[in-house]
């Protein structure tokens, strides 16, 4: 990420004028990916893992090996959102797009973690702003919200 002079925030779209919850889920897995990235890789063994080359045959695999399984879901990122399987798999789930995932995800996150409500004199305060805002600009009225 280095040089980069502007960021958008994540969730963030058509130019910052509006979020998307289902943006701001998929953004997150990339922040995630990206700040696993600079990390880098951590050096546990000296030399890196030399020890796992002695006895090496073109039959051996490196996902197979104790060293791989013991570091592996540390040192590997694994998104839920965006889809890293093969094309085989991701039809035997039922071929669900990253924006269907990242729907599910909030559809999920909002049932476990409900926002809270706002007390009526603040949404009153809101709406008054709003229709101020709205008139200075030719509107006169303002859609009725569901209760």
Not at 22 to 51: F, H, T, W
Not at 77 to 94: A, N
Not at 95 to 120: C, I
Request: overall charge negative.
């Amino acid at each position: 990420l280095s040089g980069v002079n502007v960021v958008s925030g994540p969730g963030m779209m058509n130019f910052e004028s509006c979020q998307s919850l289902e943006k701001l889920v998929v953004d997150n897995e990339i922040c995630g990916m990206a700040y696993r990235l600079i990390q880098g890789i951590s050096q546990r063994d000296d030399p890196i893992a030399k020890n796992l080359f002695e006895g090496f045959t073109a039959e051996t695999q490196f996902l197979s090996m104790p060293h791989t399984r013991q570091w592996y879901r540390q040192e590997h990122t694994f998104p839920k959102i965006i889809d890293r399987d093969t094309y085989d798999y991701w039809v035997s789930l039922g071929r669900k797009s990253t924006a269907d995932r990242a729907s599910d995800e909030v559809e999920r996150l909002l049932k476990e973690n409900p926002p809270p409500l706002l007390e009526n004199d603040i949404i009153q305060e809101l709406r008054k702003i709003m229709l101020a805002d709205a008139r200075d600009n030719g509107i006169s009225t303002l859609p009725e919200l569901n209760s």
